[in-house]
C-alpha cells in the first residue's frame, strides 16, 4: 500500500488515526450525549452540534496561518494534539455544567484547528517532490483510509463502554429511554404507562416501582457512559502523540529560509479592514434572514475570501480564485453529507428497529463485522488475480475459518437482537477503508487508457453521487409518520407532549446502511480529491492557509447543519432528504460550469 510513497505518509497515517478515533467518537454520541444528559431538544443539540463541527474547521484557518508564517509546521501539529488531549479529558469527567461541555468542545475544536489542516499541508508537501507528484492522488486516498480506520472502531468503543456502564449498574440500552425520562420529570409525559414498561424492560433486577428515581438514575448512568467513552477518545489521543513525537522526523522540515518570502497578515495593510468590512456586512445581511451566529460564520467565511484575494499577488491570483470556487462547492457537500452525525442520527434512533435477525446482527457488533471483513478479505487473497501460491493459501484459511465463527455466532443469536444508533457511525468509516482500494484501482486502470478523470472532475463526479444516497432516504421514508405529526400542542401552538414513533413507522437498518455506502463512495471522489487538489493548486506561501481554507469551507458547511435539525420537527422526513438531494445537485451543476477554468489550474 505505502510502495512507490515517502516514509511520512506512513507516520501521518498512524498519527491521524488516533485523533480521528476521538473525532469520530465526537459524531456518533455528541448529540445524543447532549440530549441524554442536559435534556436538549433535537433543534438545541443540533445547534450545539453545528457550532462544534464549525468551530472544529473552522479554526484550521488559525493554525494554517501560524504555520505559514513560522514554517514550524510540526511543531504546531504537535500543539494540537496536546490541546485536544487536553479537551478530550474535560469531557470525560462527569457531572459538568453545560458551559463547561461546551468549553471543553472549544478547546478540542482548538486543537484540532492546529493540527488538521497542517498535517494535510505536510503531507502535500512531500508530494511536491517531482519523484512522488503522479501518486498524489492516491496518497491522499491512502492518508483518508487512515482517518477512518480510527473511525470504524470509535462507534463501537463508545457503546461498548456505555453499555458496560449501564449493565454494571444493572440496566440495559435503550435509546428511547433519555427522552421519556426527561419528560417525565419535566411533568409533561401524559402516558406514563410507555415509561413503566420500557423501565421494566431495561432494568435487570427487577420491576421498577419508583419512576421518579429510576428516570434520575438511568439519566445518570446513561450520561455517565458517555463520559467513559470521551475518556476513551483521551486514551487514542495519546497513542497518537506518541506516534508522532517518535516517528516526526520521517516527515518534511520546511523551516522559514533566510530572504525566502512568506504569508504576512499585514503584508496588504488594507486587505485587513477591507476583509473585516466584507466580512461584517455579510454577517449583518445574513442575521436578518437567519440569526446572528450563521451570519457570524458566512461573514467569517465572506472576510477569509476577501483577505486571501487582496494579498495575494498576480501569478497566484488565478490559483487562488480556481481554489475558492471549490471551497464554495464544498460547503454544501459537507452541509449535506454531515447529516450522519445529526438528522440521520436521530432517523437511527427513532425510525430503525431496535431488534434485528441474527444476519442483519452480523453488522452490529465488533466481533461480528469483524468476522464479516475477515471473510472477504479471504476471498479477495483467494480468488484475486496475480496471488502467491501462499496469498491464497493464507486467503482459503481465513475464508473458511471466519465462515465457521460467522455460522456460530448466527445460530448463537437469538432471534431478535438489540441492535444502538451509534453503530450506524462505523459504516462509512469501514466503507471508506474497504472502497479505497477499489476507487484507486478504477483510477489506476482509467489511467492506464489515458481516461482517468481530472481532480476537479472526481469532485463534481461526487457531489452526483452524494445526491443518489439522499435519494435513497427520500425513498425509505415514505409513508412513515414525520416528527411534526407525533407532537401535541397547546392553543397557543406550543408543544407539551411528543409521542413515540410507533413501531409501524421504524423500518430496516438497510435503507441507512444503503445510504451510507452510497454517500461513502461520494466522499472518496470528493473529499480526498479536494485535498489533493488543494495541494497541488495552492500557491507555495498559502499552503497551510488554504488548507485551512478548506477546512474553513467545511466548517461553514457544518454550521448550515441546522438546516437539517430545524426541519426534522416541522415537515415530512422525505422533504428533509430531498433538500439535500437538490443542493447536491446544484453543486455538481456549478463545479462542471467552471471546469475549465479547474482544470487549467491543475496544470
Known amino acids: 500500500m505505502f510502495k512507490d510513497h515517502p516514509k511520512g505518509l506512513f507516520v501521518a497515517f498512524f498519527a491521524n488515526m488516533g485523533e480521528r478515533f476521538g473525532f469520530y467518537t465526537m459524531m456518533a454520541i455528541l448529540v445524543l450525549f447532549l440530549q441524554a444528559k442536559y435534556g436538549l431538544t433535537e433543534d438545541k443539540a443540533g445547534g450545539i452540534y453545528s457550532w462544534f463541527y464549525f468551530a472544529i474547521y473552522a479554526l484550521a484557518l488559525i493554525g494554517g496561518i501560524l504555520a505559514d508564517a513560522t514554517r514550524k509546521y510540526k511543531l504546531v501539529i504537535l500543539l494540537g494534539q496536546i490541546i485536544m488531549f487536553a479537551g478530550y479529558v474535560i469531557m470525560a469527567m462527569p457531572g459538568l455544567e453545560l458551559t463547561v461541555t461546551i468549553a471543553g468542545l472549544f478547546i478540542i475544536a482548538f486543537g484540532n484547528g492546529l493540527f488538521k489542516g497542517n498535517l494535510q499541508a505536510v503531507v502535500g508537501q512531500m508530494y511536491d517532490n517531482p519523484k512522488y507528484d503522479k501518486v498524489r492522488d492516491n496518497a491522499f486516498l491512502i492518508f483518508y483510509m487512515g482517518i477512518n480506520v480510527g473511525a470504524f472502531f470509535a462507534p463501537f468503543a463508545a457503546t461498548g463502554i456505555r453499555n458496560w456502564w449501564l449493565k454494571t449498574n444493572g440496566f440495559l440500552h435503550d435509546a428511547s429511554l433519555p427522552a421519556l425520562c426527561h419528560q417525565y420529570q419535566d411533568g409533561t409525559l401524559k402516558d406514563i404507562g410507555v415509561l413503566q414498561q420500557l423501565a421494566d424492560h431495561v432494568t435487570i433486577n427487577g420491576t421498577v416501582t419508583d419512576l421518579s428515581g429510576f428516570a434520575s438514575t438511568y439519566l445518570e448512568t446513561f450520561s455517565v457512559g458517555y463520559n467513559l467513552a470521551f475518556g476513551i477518545a483521551a486514551v487514542a489521543m495519546v ?60 461573514g467569517l467565511f465572506i472576510g477569509f475570501v476577501t483577505w486571501i484575494l487582496m494579498i495575494a499577488q498576480k501569478e497566484e491570483r488565478q490559483r487562488v480564485v480556481s481554489l475558492l470556487l471549490v471551497f464554495f462547492v464544498v460547503v454544501f457537500f459537507w452541509m449535506s453529507f454531515h447529516q450522519n452525525g445529526l438528522t440521520l442520527t436521530f432517523f437511527a434512533r427513532d425510525y430503525t428497529v431496535k431488534e434485528v435477525d441474527p444476519f442483519t446482527f452480523m453488522f452490529f457488533t465488533i466481533e461480528n463485522i469483524l468476522t464479516v471483513i475477515a471473510f472477504v478479505a479471504g476471498l479477495v487473497l483467494l480468488l484475486g488475480r496475480k496471488r502467491t501460491r501462499v496469498a491464497r493459501i493464507v486467503g482459503g484459511s481465513m475464508t473458511l475459518v471466519s465462515a465457521a465463527i460467522g455460522t456460530w455466532l448466527i445460530s448463537h443469536a437469538g432471534e431478535e437482537n438489540p441492535i444502538a444508533p451509534e453503530i450506524f457511525q462505523s459504516f462509512n468509516p469501514l466503507f471508506i477503508v474497504s472502497l479505497t482500494f477499489v476507487v484507486m484501482g478504477i483510477f489506476s486502470w482509467l489511467n492506464q487508457r489515458g481516461k482517468e478523470p481530472s481532480t476537479p472532475r472526481k469532485i463534481g463526479i461526487g457531489m452526483i453521487i452524494a445526491a443518489t444516497g439522499f435519494v435513497i432516504m427520500v425513498i425509505g421514508s415514505l409513508n412513515l409518520v414525520s416528527p411534526h405529526e407525533l ?59 488554504m488548507q485551512g481554507g478548506w477546512l474553513l469551507a467545511t466548517a461553514v458547511g457544518n454550521k448550515l447543519l441546522f438546516v437539517g435539525s430545524t426541519m426534522w420537527s416541522k415537515v415530512d422526513l422525505w422533504i428533509i432528504w430531498s433538500v439535500f438531494v437538490v443542493c447536491c445537485l446544484l453543486s455538481a451543476a456549478f463545479i462542471f460550469s467552471i471546469m475549465k477554468r479547474l482544470e487549467k489550474a491543475t496544470r
Request: no cysteine; charged share 15%; hydrophobic share 50%.
Open 487 to 545: 407532537q401535541v400542542l397547546n392553543e397557543a401552538g406550543e408543544v407539551v407532549e411528543v409521542h413515540p414513533v410507533p413501531d409501524s413507522s421504524r423500518v430496516m437498518p438497510y435503507w441507512l446502511i444503503s445510504s451510507y455506502l452510497v454517500m461513502t463512495i461520494a466522499e472518496l471522489f470528493l473529499s480526498p480529491m479536494g485535498l489533493s487538489f488543494v495541494s497541488k493548486v495552492a500557491p507555495t506561501r498559502f499552503q497551510g492557509v
Open 239 to 298: 497513542i497518537s502523540l506518541m506516534a508522532y513525537l517518535i516517528f516526526n522526523k520521517l516527515l518534511p522540515k520546511r523551516e522559514k529560509i533566510e530572504g525566502e518570502k512568506t504569508i504576512t497578515i499585514t503584508e496588504v495593510p488594507i486587505a485587513i479592514p477591507v476583509a473585516l468590512a466584507a466580512g461584517a456586512v455579510s454577517a449583518f445581511l445574513v442575521s436578518l434572514v437567519k440569526d446572528f451566529p450563521t451570519g457570524m460564520a458566512i
